[in-house]
């Protein structure tokens, strides 16, 4: 089965940091570009960070830029976002989403999610 | 950087049609994308590149892409169909994924 869990979160007071995992099975891992989106309580998807299949390309949105990081390590099939500096604004469900690809190609669209990992800034 | 924007709720009898808009500039130069998400649950893919049905989805799920607005159809509309729907767009000028706010279906 093709599936995506993140893990790693919790509750962080502000300032602090988090370091979020995203465990990848059942696909090539390596050959896939990955998201991670958020979800404030009550609130609309938001896009945060891309990581390409090889991890030389990174893109960030800019509310977490210069505080968030983006890495993989394919040969653990696994998926990481540094949270450093954060903020009561940071506070969401976290998702990791696989961006297909096929034949090389990798599109914009996100077809396979992770159930997400809560992030709470709080004092 | 682009912006998209949807209702904020729609609403359908059941068994009738129902239409989400997502507005942007010129957004039918863009690939759209729509996903559906159900309380506490993770979002799903229901259309990629503005018309294409991933496979699980039912046909009763259609979209198209003109002008200024992108739309996903959904037809027979069920219970189970209720849920937040969210377009999505790439912007290449920012390197982005954007989001639109989403749509709470409600099928009356």
């Known amino acids: 089965e093709v599936q995506l869990v993140e893990s790693g979160g919790g509750l962080v007071q502000p300032g602090g940091s988090l370091r979020l995992s995203c465990a990848a099975s059942?696909?090539?891992?390596?050959?896939?570009?990955i998201n991670w989106v958020r979800q404030a309580p009550g609130k609309g998807l938001e896009w945060v960070s891309y990581?390409?299949?090889?991890?030389?390309?990174?893109y960030y949105a800019d509310s977490v830029k210069g505080r968030f990081t983006v890495s993989r390590d394919n040969a653990k099939n696994s998926l990481y976002l540094q949270m450093n500096s954060l903020r009561a604004e940071d506070t969401a469900v976290y998702y990791c989403?696989?961006?297909?690809?096929?034949?090389?190609?990798?599109?914009?669209?996100?077809?396979?999610w992770g159930k997400g990992t809560t992030v709470t800034v709080s004092s | 950087s682009y912006e998209v924007t949807q209702p904020l709720s729609v609403s359908v009898a059941l068994g009738q049609t129902a239409s989400i808009t997502c507005g942007g500039n010129?957004?039918?130069?863009?690939?759209v994308n729509w996903y559906h998400q159900k309380p506490g649950q993770a979002p799903v893919l229901v259309i990629y590149?503005?018309?294409s049905r991933p496979s699980g989805i039912p046909e009763r799920f259609s979209g198209s892409n003109s002008g200024n607005t992108a739309t996903l159809t959904i037809s027979r509309a069920q219970a189970g169909d209720e849920a937040d729907y969210y377009c999505?767009?790439?912007?290449?000028?920012?390197?982005?994924?954007?989001f639109g706010g989403g749509t709470k279906l409600t099928v009356l």
């Open positions: 989403a696989r961006l297909y690809c096929s034949g090389g190609t990798c599109y914009y669209y996100m077809d396979v």
């Open positions: 059942g696909f090539s891992f390596s050959t896939h570009n």
């Open positions: 590149r503005d018309s």
């Open positions: 990581i390409s299949t090889s991890g030389d390309s990174t």
């Open positions: 010129n957004i039918a130069r863009k690939h």
């Open positions: 999505q767009v790439w912007d290449s000028n920012t390197a982005g994924w954007v």
